[in-house]
């Protein structure tokens, strides 16, 4: 299986379903929330892995001074573009994190959300970033965690990557629509009983180790689940692992913490060669 054209046929269509309008909130102010220094800085920057281009316009349109270069391998960059129409500091380009089409040390920072882990090798991707880098400028990462620490998340990934196993050969369209319809089930499964927990001092624990504490409403998972169960590659790290990825690509000053409602590592270094 061509695992890197299947990936991007399974985010192409995700990313068709979107909304065209840009929610107040998205993955880059949950991430701004735990780094204590500003994301976006510089005269230009790039986003690895855009999606829908929902962050670009966020980080585009608070910092009208910045140039934004997005990129994304998935007919995401094409919803990217007509998003960021208006702004007159974005590039959209379609290629691969493995193969930026940049010279080297041209960026003030970078940029990436949960896209890494979906690549055939995050290491070769982390350090193509590195490459593009300025010298002592950050990369800021979301990645998967491995749960290895958390005995309930850990047994609920095995039980998804076993499902997994069958669902990656089903369709995008038919996977996606699967996903719109267990959506509620997982709220109401998951989600609900997490919501309560977190009310009480002596439950709150519990809800923080739940799976699908996150959601919002009903329907607000079928994004997730549709990458859980469709993405055709997935790595996931400890937090000795992200060390270690962001040491041997050449980063330095290396900050590693969790996003407040959803698992995975927040995680951010400095590059430190020319």
């Known amino acids: 299986m061509d695992t890197l054209n299947e990936t991007k046929n399974t985010y192409s269509l995700l990313w068709q379903q979107s909304d065209s309008a840009v929610p107040r909130r998205w993955h880059f102010n949950a991430m701004q929330d735990v780094i204590p220094e500003p994301i976006v800085r510089g005269k230009i920057g790039i986003e690895v892995g855009s999606g829908c281009g929902y962050d670009t316009y966020i980080m585009a349109r608070n910092n009208p001074s910045v140039k934004i270069f997005s990129m994304d391998m998935s007919d995401g960059i094409y919803k ?5 129409s208006s702004l007159g500091n974005v590039c959209p380009v379609r290629c691969s994190a493995l193969n930026i089409p940049v010279k080297e040390r041209v960026f003030d920072f970078a940029y990436s959300f949960g896209v890494l882990h979906h690549t055939p090798d995050p290491k070769k991707a982390l350090s193509e970033i590195a490459r593009v880098l300025k010298k002592d400028s950050p990369a800021f990462l979301y990645l998967y965690e491995d749960h290895l620490e958390n005995p309930i998340k850990f047994a609920a990934l095995k039980i998804v990557s076993a499902i997994r196993a069958i669902t990656v050969r089903m369709p995008p369209k038919a996977l996606y629509i699967l996903s719109c319809m267990m959506s509620p089930v997982v709220f109401l ?10 009310k009480f001092k002596a439950t709150k624990g519990i809800a923080e180790h739940m799976p699908f504490n996150f ?3 009903p329907f607000s998972l079928r994004g ?18 992200m060390d270690a990825l962001f040491a041997e690509c050449g980063f330095s000053n290396i900050h590693i913490t969790r996003l407040h ?14």
């Open 80 to 84: 990217t573009k007509k998003l960021t």
């Open 189 to 198: 499964i998951f989600t609900v009983p997490a919501k309560i927990l977190g």
């Open 215 to 217: 959601g919002t409403g």
């Open 224 to 241: 997730d689940l549709y990458d859980r169960f469709g993405a055709p590659i997935e790595y996931r790290f400890s937090r000795k692992g």
């Open 261 to 274: 409602d959803t698992a995975g590592w927040v995680s951010w270094g400095y590059k430190n060669y020319e």
